[in-house]
């Protein structure tokens, strides 16, 4: 059944700003819990990656803003920085006639300049878990007024190492509270923690056979380590994506790799836990803008963004836990759109593959990794097809007259030939520095301490005021498995 959002029971301010975001039609998700975050019940509502989650939470928590109270009022906690940001900008647009006032507060970010904002009254605060505990402990944030919470990517959130922060974070919130959680992935131990937070929360379960949206191709491949760089590149060749997200295990992984990937000539940036907000920042930013059309990442970059013309996601190490896949391969094939996910399969990893599929009820297309062949076979069709493409388009009459002389020269045949090899990428042996990486194991039977993961840091300063202050890397290490301890000491 289609719900139009006028049957949602919103205001016309908000009605004013869903129609010029250009959203007619709820979708389930936000059909199913937008009326009871009006009605302020406790909500865990998990939909398919790119079913508009945001807005499922954006537009009740902008309705229940009171304009004339100064307090802030709602708060939204994200795990990464660069998905802090966004949340904050589609909840910017949601008040966009309310005027409610939003404010994102992130880590790697002059904290002057937030103690400064913040004194601004901001109504709603969109903000990564490390840098709210920080003003917490400085006492430059006042969440005494706040009467919504939401964890966006909830099962993240309350994984491992960041469940001590969140509990801290609404150790400092009233109880009488409204809570939303949402994720597109929500195992069971997970949402068993999550209720301990919440006041008899209602279950939204968007009915889907899958976890993963119908509209994502999903493909593996099985390829020996020493053999993805080429596989890869081959890919990107025939696949040519519009952007391409391809992500890596580790953070030197995703150096190396967009580095090779630089020097055969695609125009790549990496993005992880340790580059500088800057660099962050301006690596996504060229990759919105298509000024790259490849961006290398970790798991940093796997949950929540929405970046329009992702075409393709490359798996280039497989991921080590089913709900990484599902979020991984979620940054395509959003809103509707058409995607293609490749995820490369060393032999030790095939288990690892059939417990992705196992979670995600679906199995993947095996496809063979292309020959040389084929990839120079690909490059040749986009030649022929920008030659399309420029002969319909453009002014010729100017090259004519070479063209004719040409032609009194040799066969046409041979002339479009020629042009064709020269337009076309030939062979590329440049060569380039991967370090191999050891196959991942399976954790999911054994719920095991992740790995080295990439994610949120905690900023540096937070141990000045008596938080436990660590690296990233040795905060990765604090994860445990999250049925060991629950309560934080
Ligand atoms: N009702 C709607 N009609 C059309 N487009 C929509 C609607 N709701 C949201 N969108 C758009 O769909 C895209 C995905 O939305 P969003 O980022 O909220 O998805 P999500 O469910 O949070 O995904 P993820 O699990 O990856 O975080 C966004 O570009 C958003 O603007
Ligand atoms: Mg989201």
Do not use: C, W
């Not at 920042?281 to 490849?294: C, H, N, P, Q, T």
């Not at 280039?316 to 094939?333: A, L, M, W």
């Amino acid at each position: 059944m289609t719900i139009m959002f006028q049957d949602l029971g919103l205001s016309s301010d908000l009605m004013k700003a869903v129609k010029r975001m250009g959203f007619e039609e709820a979708t389930p998700i936000q059909a199913q819990t937008i009326p009871l975050g009006l009605q302020k019940r406790d909500v865990i509502g998990q939909a398919q990656t790119g079913t508009g989650k945001t807005a499922a939470f954006g537009l009740p928590l902008v309705e229940k803003i009171e304009p004339t109270n100064s307090q802030i009022q709602a708060i939204v906690i994200a795990p990464t920085r660069e998905l802090a940001i966004q949340v904050s900008e589609e909840l910017y647009k949601i008040s966009y006639y309310k005027r409610a006032r939003v404010l994102p507060i992130y880590g790697g970010q002059d904290i002057n300049r937030q103690i400064r904002a913040l004194k601004k009254n901001p109504q709603i605060i969109v903000g990564t878990p490390g840098r709210l505990i920080d003003h917490i402990n400085r006492k430059t944030i006042n969440l005494q007024g706040v009467h919504t919470v939401v964890l966006d990517e909830a099962d993240e959130m309350l994984n491992m190492g960041f469940i001590e922060d969140i509990e801290a974070i609404l150790s400092n919130i009233p109880n009488e509270r409204q809570t939303l959680l949402f994720s597109a992935t929500m195992p069971d131990p997970i949402r068993m923690i999550a209720e301990r937070f919440m006041t008899n929360p209602e279950l939204v379960k968007v009915k889907a056979k899958e976890v993963t949206v119908p509209n994502i191709q999903q493909y593996s491949l099985e390829t020996q380590e020493k053999k993805k760089f080429d596989v890869l590149t081959r890919l990107l060749d025939i696949q040519s994506p519009e952007l391409a997200i391809v992500f890596g295990r580790t953070k030197r992984r995703v150096d190396e790799l967009s580095e090779a990937l630089t020097l055969r000539g695609y125009a790549a940036e990496g993005i992880h836990g340790d580059l500088s907000q800057a660099k962050r920042m301006s690596a996504l930013r060229k990759f919105k803008d298509g000024s790259i059309e490849v961006l290398v990442a970790t798991d940093v970059a796997a949950r929540g963004l929405d970046i329009s013309g992702v075409t393709h996601v490359y798996n280039f190490d497989i991921p080590q836990d089913p709900e990484s896949y599902v979020h991984r391969i979620g940054r395509t094939g959003r809103a509707g759109k058409n995607g293609v996910a490749m995820t490369f399969v060393t032999p030790r990893e095939t288990d690892m593959l059939r417990n992705i599929e196992r979670t995600t009820k679906r199995k993947m297309d095996r496809m063979k990794p292309p020959t040389l062949d084929e990839a120079l076979e690909g490059q040749q069709q986009m030649t022929t097809e920008k030659i399309r493409t420029t002969i319909d388009g453009a002014d010729l009459s100017y090259y004519k007259r070479s063209a004719q002389e040409l032609l009194e020269e040799f066969d046409s045949e041979t002339v479009v030939a020629a042009v064709i090899k020269l337009m076309t990428k030939g062979p590329d042996d440049v060569p380039v520095r991967l370090t191999d990486e050891p196959p991942a194991y399976s954790r999911s039977k054994n719920r095991s301490p992740r790995g080295k993961r990439d994610g949120q840091q905690r900023p540096s300063g937070s141990s000045k005021k008596g938080t436990r202050s660590y690296s990233e890397k040795g905060r990765s290490q604090q994860r445990r498995p999250y049925n060991k301890k629950s309560k934080s000491e």
